[in-house]
């Protein structure tokens, strides 16, 4: 069964905590919390101050897309405020085993995101180093965008890898995810599916995230 995971970028910041507990109820595993920093991508979100408020009131797995430059700088900050999973951007940094390393010593699980124009190849020799890649299917920096259909043959590739070499990577995909496009990123072998708008500005959390998981 996938795992979902909420991006709290589409919840109603004014009452940010029911918005947390209602995804709960539906069943949701995991809390996905976006950080931009205005740089990496245009936008600014959510910072350690957040995370750490929102960490007082439910156990679900905070995984923390690290949107930012400079990902070991703020690592230790997002992982101190609560994080479970941090993952950083491929195109963010020029060595990424130290800055698997940096994340690793915190305690967090580690991720590894591409964007939909990056090709696969540059994360091919990090499936052996991290616990999951998240596979873009917008381009970061805002929820509500278009899922690009191009990044499918990423998925499937990283299943086949993953499921040959037998490493313990889960397959993460973000952006455009609703029930149409759930069904074919799960077909294609996605283990986690984010979704901001879908969960977030529909009626029925519940029916949402079971629409997801089936
Ligand atoms: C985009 C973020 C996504 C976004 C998803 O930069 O990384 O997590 O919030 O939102 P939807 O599901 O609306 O595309
Ligand atoms: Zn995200």
């Given at each position: 069964?996938v795992i979902?995971?909420?991006?709290?970028?589409?919840?109603?910041?004014?009452?940010?905590?029911?918005?947390?507990?209602?995804?709960?109820?539906?069943?949701?595993?995991?809390?996905?919390?976006?950080?931009?920093?205005?740089?990496?991508?245009?936008?600014?979100?959510?910072?350690?101050?957040?995370?750490?408020?929102?960490?007082?009131?439910?156990?679900?797995?905070?995984?923390?897309?690290?949107?930012?430059?400079?990902?070991?700088?703020?690592?230790?900050?997002?992982?101190?405020?609560?994080?479970?999973?941090?993952?950083?951007?491929?195109?963010?940094?020029?060595?990424?085993?130290?800055?698997?390393?940096?994340?690793?010593?915190?305690?967090?699980?580690?991720?590894?995101?591409?964007?939909?124009?990056?090709?696969?190849?540059?994360?091919?020799?990090?499936?052996?180093?991290?616990?999951?890649v998240?596979v873009?299917s917008?381009?970061?920096?805002?929820?509500?965008?278009?899922?690009?259909?191009?990044?499918v043959?990423?998925i499937e590739?990283l299943r086949?890898?993953?499921?040959?070499?037998?490493?313990?990577?889960l397959i993460e995909v973000d952006?455009?995810i609703?029930?149409?496009t759930g069904r074919v990123v799960r077909q294609a072998g996605a283990d986690v599916l984010v979704?901001?708008?879908?969960?977030?500005?529909?009626?029925?959390?519940?029916?949402?995230?079971?629409?997801?998981?089936?």
């Open positions: 069964m979902v995971a909420p991006s709290i970028l589409s919840a109603d910041f004014s009452k940010l905590g029911e918005e947390i507990k209602a995804v709960e109820k539906a069943g949701a595993k995991w809390l996905h919390i976006d950080v931009m920093d205005g740089h990496f991508v245009p936008n600014i979100t959510i910072g350690p101050p957040v995370v750490k408020s929102i960490r007082k009131i439910t156990e679900l797995f905070f995984d923390v897309h690290l949107m930012i430059e400079n990902p070991t700088k703020y690592a230790k900050n997002f992982a101190d405020a609560g994080a479970d999973g941090i993952t950083f951007h491929i195109e963010s940094c020029k060595n990424p085993l130290t800055v698997i390393e940096e994340i690793k010593k915190t305690g967090c699980k580690v991720g590894v995101s591409l964007n939909p124009s990056t090709p696969i190849e540059r994360i091919k020799n990090l499936l052996s180093e991290v616990d999951l998240l873009m917008v381009n970061p920096g805002f929820s509500g965008q278009k899922f690009i259909p191009d990044v043959p990423k590739w086949q890898q993953i499921d040959e070499h037998e490493y313990n990577v952006g455009g609703n029930r149409e979704a901001g708008s879908f969960v977030f500005k529909g009626k029925d959390y519940n029916q949402a995230v079971n629409d997801l998981i089936r």
